[in-house]
Each structure stands twice: as C-alpha cells, then as structure tokens.
C-alpha cells in the first residue's frame, strides 16, 4: 500500500501519504489532479511526512497546486524538502529567445572569420599531407597501396557513366546552339574550333570538378564525418596509426590521379557528341573534324585540360578531407559539413580556374 499514493483531507491539514513518483501517479493521475484541484481553505496545514518518495514531476504537481508559493504550514522531510525547492526554483515561463539586430557589417567580419579559420585548416591539412608524402618517400613500405587503389576505382572508374552522359549532352548541346549562330553568319566550318576550345581547355576540366566534388567530394566528407561520429578515427590514433596516411592521403593521392583522366574521357565523349551534331546541322563530316582538330585546337591546350583537372583533383580532395575532419558527433554537423564541403570545393574550382586563365591566356590560343 505504500507504493500507492494516497490524499487525504482531514479536518484543518491535508495528509499525502505513498510513493508520490510518475511512474506511481499515472494509474491514479486524474483523480489526484481532480482532488487537488478543489480548493482549500488558506492556511490549511500539509502533512508530507508520510511520504515515502517523491520525483519532480510530483514537485511540479504540488507547486502548481499550492500556486506557486509555498504553504503557510508544510510538515516535510528535509530531502523531500530539496525536491520541491528544485520545483520552486523553475522558471514559470520559458524565457524568449534573445534576438539578435542584423548587422551586415557584422554578419560580413563572421562570415571573413570563418573563411580564414577554414583557409588556415586546409593549408595545415594540405602541409601534413606534405610531410607524409615525404616520410613514405623515406619508407615506401609504409604507402597504402589498397586505400589508393580502391580511392582511385571509387572516385575515377565508378564516375565514367554519369561523366560520359554529361559531357555527351553538354557537347551536343553546344554544337546545336553554336550551329545555329555560325549557320548565319556563313561560318560553319568554325564549329570545330569553337567545339575543340571550349571543350578541351574549359568545359571538360570544369564539369568534372563540379560532378566530382558533388559526388565523390561530398563521399569523402561524409565517410571521414561517420569516422568522427563513430569514433574510429580516435580508435586509430589510440592504436597509434596515422589518421593522415591511411585515412586522409590516399583519398587525396587517388581523386589527384584520377581526374586527369576523367578529363580526358569526358573531353573525348564531349568531342563526339558535338561531331555527331555539327554532322546533323552543319553536314559536316567525321573525317573533316577529325582532321581539322588538331590544326584548330594547338595541343598546349590539352595539356592545360590536364593540368587544370590535376589542381581540381587536389582542391576537392583537400577541402572534402578537411571539413570531413571538422565534423562533430552529432547528425547535423555531419550534413552541414558535407554541405559545406561541395560549396566550398566548387567555389575553390572556379577559383583556381580563374588563375588558369589569367596565366595562360596566350598559351595555346591560335594566332590568327
């Protein structure tokens, strides 16, 4: 019966008695809320000796019926006592969220801080990888064969189909449109210079960096972010192996190696997409492409598509490896991150992209 809670009302003094917790009181819940409910005379006596535990949600109960203030005469023990002082000392009302003016000189110095905390992350990041680099260069032994390996299939080998649709409808895409201007200026047969330009030196490295960092930059954030989260990245370092080298470098050595290549694959798919539209609408032949291209589009070109896939490689990598390690273990840092990490990779591609063009801009451009 002790385990009961029980209420009663005697003659100047109400009486609890039992277990006064949550787990007791729901089985009897409205008929002890509709007993304390009834009003009673003031300065009525509590008896809360015979109490044999009491919770918060219990406390709550009784302050809110003695109406937020303590009863003029309460005969209770000293631990029970502490219970409701908690109760007591709850705020009646959540206090409002304290809400903050717009200032945009302010968000603008926050948003310049947080880029410089980030910029100062992946510069350490991108040194550490330096000294590893050259610490397997004094123990080849050490190197990650399989992690780069399987970093290389995931990042170039599994992203050939989606990149060739790409580059396939980007190509005929633009063959189409530029089709149409040249057909009115009597031009037709500057499609292949126009097709071979954008293409090879501008359009293949570019859609690779933004496919890339959408899908394998965002992988590699997520799969170091869930190592945060799951603590495996401190289980390594407890076990004394470097986090960088088997975690961190063979991503960023595998999508480095890799995206040469898939720039040269998508340029290529691209380049036949554009050929088989400009024979559509301009009736231009293969073997007239094929043999003008090389003449329009000086080789150096290709090699500035290679080298800007390479820079793309390294940035997507770099960016992705350092807001994966930037993750808190919680759900939300980890979308926010990875979110965070595509943003900021493809912002660093257009970046980069950019030098590129001001640092060649008389590199490989036909003269006329």
Same mark, same amino acid.
């Given at each position: 019966?002790?385990? %009961?809670?029980?209420?009663?009302?005697?003659p &100047?003094?109400?009486?609890?008695?039992?277990?006064?917790?949550?787990?007791? #009181?729901?089985?009897?819940?409205?008929?002890?809320?509709?007993?304390?409910? @009834?009003?009673?005379?003031?300065?009525?006596?509590?008896?809360?000796?015979?109490?044999?535990? *009491?919770?918060?949600?219990?406390?709550?109960?009784?302050?809110?019926?003695?109406?937020?203030?303590?009863?003029?005469? *309460?005969? %209770?023990?000293?631990?029970?006592?502490? @219970?409701?002082?908690?109760? /007591?000392?709850?705020?009646?009302?959540m206090?409002?969220?304290?809400?903050?003016?717009?200032?945009?000189l302010?968000?603008?110095?926050? *948003?310049?801080?947080?880029?410089?905390?980030?910029?100062?992350?992946?510069?350490?990041?991108? &040194?550490?990888?330096?000294?590893?680099?050259?610490?397997?260069?004094?123990?080849?032994?050490?190197?990650?064969?399989?992690?780069?390996?399987?970093? @290389?299939?995931?990042?170039?080998?599994?992203?050939?189909?989606?990149?060739?649709?790409?580059?396939?409808?980007?190509?005929?895409?633009?063959?189409?449109?530029?089709?149409?201007?040249?057909?009115?200026?009597?031009?037709?047969?500057?499609?292949?210079?126009?097709?071979?330009?954008?293409?090879?030196?501008? =359009?293949?490295?570019?859609?690779?960096?933004?496919?890339?960092?959408?899908?394998?930059?965002?992988? #590699?954030?997520?799969q170091?972010?869930? #190592?945060? @989260?799951t603590?495996?990245?401190?289980?390594?370092s407890?076990?004394?192996?470097?986090?960088?080298?088997?975690?961190?470098?063979?991503? %960023?050595?595998?999508?480095?190696? /890799?995206?040469?290549?898939?720039?040269?694959?998508?340029?290529?798919?691209?380049? =036949?997409?554009?050929?088989?539209?400009?024979?559509?609408?301009?009736?231009?032949?293969l073997?007239?492409?094929?043999?003008?291209?090389?003449? /329009?589009?000086?080789?150096?070109?290709?090699?500035?598509?290679?080298?800007?896939?390479?820079?793309?490689?390294?940035? %997507?990598?770099?960016?992705?490896?350092?807001?994966?390690?930037?993750?808190?273990?919680?759900?939300?840092?980890?979308?926010?991150?990875?979110?965070?990490?595509?943003?900021?990779?493809?912002?660093?591609?257009?970046?980069?992209?950019?030098?590129?063009?001001?640092?060649?801009?008389?590199?490989?451009?036909?003269?006329?």
């Amino acid at each position: 019966m002790n385990a %009961i809670p029980c209420l009663r009302v005697e003659p &100047g003094r109400v009486v609890l008695t039992g277990s006064w917790t949550l787990a007791t #009181m729901l089985p009897h819940l409205a008929d002890l809320q509709n007993r304390l409910a @009834v009003p009673l005379p003031a300065g009525e006596h509590w008896d809360l000796s015979g109490l044999t535990r *009491l919770d918060s949600a219990a406390a709550v109960l009784l302050w809110r019926t003695w109406g937020n203030a303590w009863p003029e005469a *309460l005969e %209770i023990g000293e631990l029970h006592r502490q @219970v409701l002082g908690r109760a /007591a000392d709850l705020p009646r009302e959540m206090p409002a969220a304290v809400k903050h003016a717009f200032h945009p000189l302010e968000s603008v110095g926050r *948003l310049l801080l947080k880029a410089a905390h980030n910029l100062r992350g992946v510069i350490a990041l991108f &040194g550490q990888v330096l000294l590893d680099l050259a610490y397997l260069f004094r123990h080849p032994a050490d190197f990650p064969r399989k992690e780069f390996a399987a970093n @290389v299939y995931k990042a170039g080998a599994q992203a050939l189909p989606v990149s060739a649709l790409v580059g396939f409808l980007i190509g005929v895409t633009i063959s189409y449109l530029s089709a149409l201007q040249l057909k009115s200026f009597g031009a037709d047969l500057f499609i292949v210079n126009i097709l071979g330009i954008a293409i090879i030196r501008e =359009l293949g490295p570019v859609l690779v960096a933004v496919l890339v960092a959408g899908r394998s930059g965002s992988a #590699m954030t997520a799969q170091i972010g869930v #190592m945060r @989260v799951t603590e495996e990245i401190d289980a390594l370092s407890t076990m004394g192996i470097s986090r960088s080298i088997r975690v961190v470098l063979p991503k %960023i050595l595998g999508l480095t190696a /890799a995206m040469p290549l898939l720039v040269l694959w998508i340029s290529a798919v691209a380049l =036949l997409g554009g050929m088989l539209a400009a024979m559509l609408q301009l009736d231009l032949s293969l073997n007239y492409f094929i043999e003008n291209l090389p003449r /329009a589009v000086p080789v150096a070109n290709l090699f500035i598509g290679l080298g800007k896939g390479l820079c793309f490689g390294l940035v %997507i990598a770099v960016v992705a490896c350092h807001f994966g390690l930037r993750v808190k273990p919680n759900t939300e840092s980890l979308s926010a991150n990875t979110t965070s990490a595509v943003v900021t990779a493809i912002t660093m591609v257009i970046l980069v992209d950019a030098v590129f063009a001001i640092f060649t801009r008389q590199i490989g451009v036909p003269q006329l």
